[in-house]
T-cell receptor, first 115, second 116 residues
Framework: KQEVTQIPAALSVPEGENLVLNCSFT??????LQWFRQDPGKGLTSLLLIQSSQREQTSGRLNASLDKSSGRSTLYIAASQPGDSATYLCAVGGGLTGGGNKLTFGTGTQLKVEL | GAVVSQHPSRVICKSGTSVKIECRSL??????MFWYRQFPKKSLMLMATSNEGSKATYEQGVEKDKFLINHASLTLSTLTVTSAHPEDSSFYIC????????????FGQGTRLTVV
């Protein structure tokens, strides 16, 4: 069974700092990995999708990397802003034990960016 | 990104009644939709996967007679919580894909269900 872990569980940083969120997964035979943002009481907003053949994806101040063989992904946020405060979730799609069409979610990192 | 609309965003119902939650893909055809449940400060738990025109596939431990899922068209899936009880109170989120596992998944805004 695919298991996804995110470290740290919570993070508080001052505005302007660059930061890295980590995601690890146990079954490396995945189709893709997606990073999401969730604001309190809201649904999920897709941030970045990395296919299994790709090593990284970038969108604005966000950069996500994928090392499938080691079962790791990182989300890099540059020049953090208070508006970045949210819970960040990574999810892996597919895998031999994850079920081809399903997403398996990590436990999330709750980020707070302070003024 | 594509838009998935979920309705209602909040609902309060009496114990023993049924509640229907709708999930619509607004600008794409969703071959597969997913329903998740999220407990406070926890991650998303997949309840079931539904493909248009066929029966939903439920995850282990999810009661299919309690959580009825219908995926009648390529743009609409519904989750009905039947004979709701206070322990069914939770945040329910739907997701949709246009294709198979290597396509991006888009999520609705979620529905906060409170059973009193």
């Amino acid at each position: 069974k695919q298991e996804v872990t995110q470290i740290p569980a919570a993070l508080s940083v001052p505005e302007g700092e660059n930061l890295v969120l980590n995601c690890s997964f146990t079954d490396s035979a995945i189709y893709n990995l997606q990073w999401f943002r969730q604001d309190p009481g809201k649904g999920l907003t897709s941030l970045l999708l990395i296919q299994s053949s790709q090593r990284e994806q970038t969108s604005g101040r966000l950069n996500a990397s994928l090392d499938k063989s080691s079962g790791r992904s990182t989300l890099y946020i540059a020049a953090s802003q208070p508006g970045d405060s949210a819970t960040y979730l990574c999810a892996v799609g597919g895998g031999l034990t994850g079920g081809g069409n399903k997403l398996t979610f990590g436990t999330g990192t709750q980020l707070k960016v302070e003024l | 990104g594509a838009v998935v609309s979920q309705h209602p965003s909040r609902v309060i119902c009496k114990s023993g009644t049924s509640v229907k939650i709708e999930c619509r893909s607004l600008d794409f055809q969703a071959t597969t939709m997913f329903w998740y449940r999220q407990f406070p400060k926890k991650s998303l738990m997949l309840m079931a996967t539904s493909n248009e025109g066929s029966k939903a596939t439920y995850e282990q431990g999810v009661e299919k007679d309690k959580f009825l899922i219908n995926h009648a068209s390529l743009t609409l899936s519904t989750l009905t919580v039947t004979s709701a009880h206070p322990e069914d109170s939770s945040f329910y989120i739907c997701s949709a894909r246009a294709g198979f596992g290597n396509t991006e998944a888009f999520f609705g805004q979620g529905t906060r269900l409170t059973v009193v």
